[in-house]
């Protein structure tokens, strides 16, 4: 009988996208919600002289589409490679940091002129009654968020993925999988940076305001229906890369050159930057950036207060920088050498 306690997530990277593989790694930390149906049943409106709409036999599915949001309500790094070359860019190869330490650095810089590689995975899902299995998984949204906490409590990150796939299918769970390591995105360790132009990403931190991010990378991949002998997609395409940072800010001068910004259309170049303060081996330690440019679109003085202290709001809205060519960047550094 099917029980709350033995439900669990694992992927495995396809090699052909569309081809389902076994699972060779756990997804920790999810929340593991009703799995998606992947079809609607159509019932034609039969008109034959009776009191019913539809008559058996005449209904049927005439095309399959699985999609559902991955919740992590304890982000760790060790997730985000395979999620960056979902949806943003694929096919990368990670640079060790230290040698012979696998602090791996993936680098997601997306073209904004030329196809970004992305990769696909098969997903499998269930609990100890039944598994299921999506292959061509791929996203279409990453959400990453956090905020800092102000007494003892841990200041979790939160994902948000919404995943897509071609169709839901009953399988055996992938067994003999290790426990995955999870190394927190805590929040706590966020660093904020703002510059006037990409090339000076990183160089001038603004100290003393960050209270909170929210991420968001949208438009990323998305299924191309396309006529064939198959009720299932076999192409995918990616869109815009649309980005977004919103920040929240203690109240100071520091917001308020971000609110000049704002009315002014000033483009800036923003950096997030979090360290879990976790060394890989002897290497350096897991880590987090997140870089956009672009311009505030609002930023709202006053928005709340914690405690008599203010608290302002600004939203980034990324856009392309014509002198670096460059809209946003994902870099993450972790103990993860493959996908």
């Not at 229906?225 to 990616?238: M, P």
């Amino acid at each position: 009988m099917g029980s709350t306690y033995f439900r669990k997530l694992q992927f495995g990277k396809e090699t052909t996208k569309g081809t389902a593989v076994a699972a060779d790694t756990m997804i920790a930390h999810a929340e593991i919600p009703p799995v998606s149906p992947d079809s609607i049943v159509h019932r034609p409106s039969a008109n034959l002289g009776s009191r019913s709409e539809s008559i058996l036999g005449h209904s049927y599915i005439g095309q399959k589409f699985w999609q559902q949001t991955l919740t992590i309500n304890n982000a760790y790094f060790q997730i985000l490679p395979l999620l960056g070359s979902l949806g943003i860019i694929g096919g990368l190869t990670p640079a060790e940091q230290t040698a012979s330490q696998n602090d791996m650095l993936w680098d997601f810089d997306p073209s904004l002129t030329a196809a970004n590689a992305l990769d696909a995975m098969t997903l499998e899902m269930g609990d100890d009654d039944q598994a299921y299995e999506v292959e061509y998984v791929m996203m279409n949204r990453l959400r990453i968020a956090g905020t800092v906490n102000q007494a003892q409590e841990v200041s979790i990150s939160t994902i948000e993925a919404d995943l897509f796939g071609r169709q839901v299918s009953p399988v055996s769970f992938t067994g003999g999988l290790s426990v995955p390591s999870t190394d927190l995105v805590n929040a706590k360790m966020a660093r904020l940076y703002k510059d006037s132009a990409w090339a000076d990403l990183g160089n001038t931190e603004l100290p003393a305001v960050l209270r909170g991010f929210d991420v968001e990378f949208a438009d990323l991949a998305h299924a191309k229906h396309l006529g064939s002998a198959d009720k299932f997609f076999t192409e995918h395409g990616q869109g815009m890369i649309a980005s977004r940072m919103m920040l929240t800010l203690e109240r100071g001068s520091e917001s308020d050159a971000t609110w000049d910004d704002f009315r002014a259309v000033t483009g800036r170049a923003v950096r997030l930057e979090i360290d879990s303060g976790v060394q890989i081996g002897t290497g350096v330690n897991h880590k987090l950036t997140v870089d956009m440019i672009g311009t505030f679109d609002p930023v709202t003085p006053m928005s709340s207060d914690d405690r008599s202290n203010l608290i302002d709001v600004g939203d980034l809205v990324s856009e392309e920088d014509q002198t670096s060519g460059k809209r946003v960047r994902m870099q993450v550094i972790t103990d993860v050498a493959a996908i």
